[in-house]
């Protein structure tokens, strides 16, 4: 029996191992097809409904902050990213509205007076949904490819964006052509990853729901 | 000659940006053992949700410091999605920023921050004892203008921590538990511009 279950054990780790998870260039050739699998995913996404972990690395201490969430997406520009752990914090964005609610109090800032916000808030959205990010006018995009992913790597041009972040990389699932996890690296150094999971496609979303008070 | 007489001057002038704070000095060489340490174990790490309010401008995230030796603290502030704005270390003589976000690096924040963060996290044995309005306190000289002067309660504990720049209080500090029991740090400038607030994220969260 004991010999069964090792055999099994071995056999497991060796079908693990035989899936190769790193990153390689995705060939020329390929790419508009990849291009083309992203835009007609991300045209077909009406909504989404998720559970995210994003897990901060902060390289001068050594350490990490690991926050939880869910995340709901209509299209176009409705976004809600609710974290509730460590602590309750919501970031709505509604058309051109943004909320922002903690346990204590809501607040409503207008993205057309906030730059910052603006950039903000697409880079949200656009990150959800994939493709607008694909954009070679306002990033430099280079592909690359394991056995399950495709992962599109976009240097910002955007001033602004490029003080906030040096690289945004996008791993879409191989099967859907949806993201799976976006990898944010500041200039310092230091990355935030976002691991979406539990994910409900084009299901109905009340609008409500993008309406903070 | 011209020696003697500079050192005379220095002490007195010393001697003088001292008294009109406090009265009474006296040296206590058992420093208090009983006065709030934040950081007790080496190497701890400690996590707070920050709030951080200029004049109508609300910053929050989470702050995280670490003792990286026996003398020094890090600390990094990001926001709730993960953008750092701004990190820095902190030893007993000051604190001295590293990164800090593009669009709040300016001279004046630095230093700003500097100061405010040398007033929040460090914790200076208290030594000298002195008076302020017939109340005794400790006092912190931290350079010839500023000092931090320590309202301990009967049983050792922070009362509040008062900022003195030039013998004028600038900022005050409390530390006390909230209703659900999380340890709250809360700084505010005396002109009411500038307010920090850290609590303490437990580790169950």
Known sequence: MRIILSFVAILLCASVAAQDFTFKPVPKAEISSCTASISKASASLTSLQCSFIQTKNITILAESVVSKGKLLYKKENKLCWEYVSPYYYLFALNGDKVYIKNDKSTKQFDTKSNALFKEISLLLVNSVSGIELIDPKKFDVSFYENANMVQARLTPKNKTLKSMLS??????????????????????????????????????????????R | MKNLWFVSSFILVLISCNSFICKNIQTNNGANKNAAVIFSDTLAVKRYKAKVNYKTTEITGILICKKIDNSTLAGVFINEFGIKGFDFTLTETGAKMGYVFKNLDKWYIRKTLETDLHFLFSRPKLQSICTIN??????????????????????????????????????????????????????QHTDGMLNFEFCEINKTK
């Open chain 1, 167 to 212: 690289t945004i990389a996008l791993n879409f699932e191989k099967t859907t052509y949806m993201v799976q996890t976006i990898i944010l690296t500041e200039p310092s150094g230091d990355s935030t990853t976002i691991i979406f999971s539990d994910k409900k496609i084009n299901q109905p979303i009340d609008d409500e729901k993008f309406m903070v």
């Open chain 2, 134 to 187: 017939d109340t005794m306190v400790y006092l912190v000289p931290v350079t010839r203008k500023l000092h931090y002067v320590y309202h301990l309660t009967s049983k050792g504990g922070m009362k509040k921590v008062d900022m003195y720049k030039g013998g004028h209080i600038i900022a005050t500090m409390k530390q006390y538990t909230n209703n659900l029991s999380e340890n709250v740090f809360n700084m």
